[in-house]
């Protein structure tokens, strides 16, 4: 079997459970972008040194594999997920973000104003899947505006993962002084 379908050469594409829709439906959108960044967070993790923040990118990577399967499912689809028993985002991996946060800011990194990335390939790294992961939660959101089809939790989780993913940066440059 190819991996080459041609099924999309039209500009439409399939969710799961086989609808069609346009390849820039609000869905489509967000959960691309959300792929745009587990890659992005790929890159920061080769790029780490650090054990812990390598385990954590690795978690929240597993992580945004649950929200990107529930944001490909058409609203008429998703109790038909559910019932399927797929991975879901659930509040321990949003504990974890917090935890994260608290555990670096417990750090007393040292910041000033507006960060400027580039210190460090690492630390750059983190800040392009920050900003990817900005551009995700406003995809996601505006795809929850428009059709209520999207959990709270999840744009919980992206807010924070910026947050998480700043910070990391911030721990990354604090450790070249």
Known sequence: MSISTRT???????????????????????????????????????????????????????????????????????????????PMLTPDMLERLDLSVKRMEDQSIRFEGWATPGETLHAAALDVARTVCRRGERHVYRLQRETQSVRDIIIQYLNRLSDELWLMARLEESRRD
């Not at 820039?24 to 960044?37: I, K, M, N, Q, S």
């Not at 650090?50 to 954590?56: F, G, M, V």
């Not at 597993?62 to 399967?69: E, N, P, S, T, W």
């Not at 058409?74 to 028993?85: H, I, L, P």
């Open 8 to 86: 999309g050469d039209s500009g439409e594409t399939s969710l799961m459970y086989g609808k069609r829709v346009p390849k820039d439906h609000p869905r489509v959108e967000a959960y691309g972008t959300l792929d745009e960044l587990n890659s992005s967070l790929g890159l920061a993790r080769a790029t780490a040194s650090d054990p812990w923040i390598k385990e954590q990118l690795l978690a929240t990577q597993k992580d945004l594999v649950a929200i990107m399967g529930e944001l490909a499912v058409a609203e008429e689809d998703q109790a038909r997920y559910q019932a399927a028993s797929y």
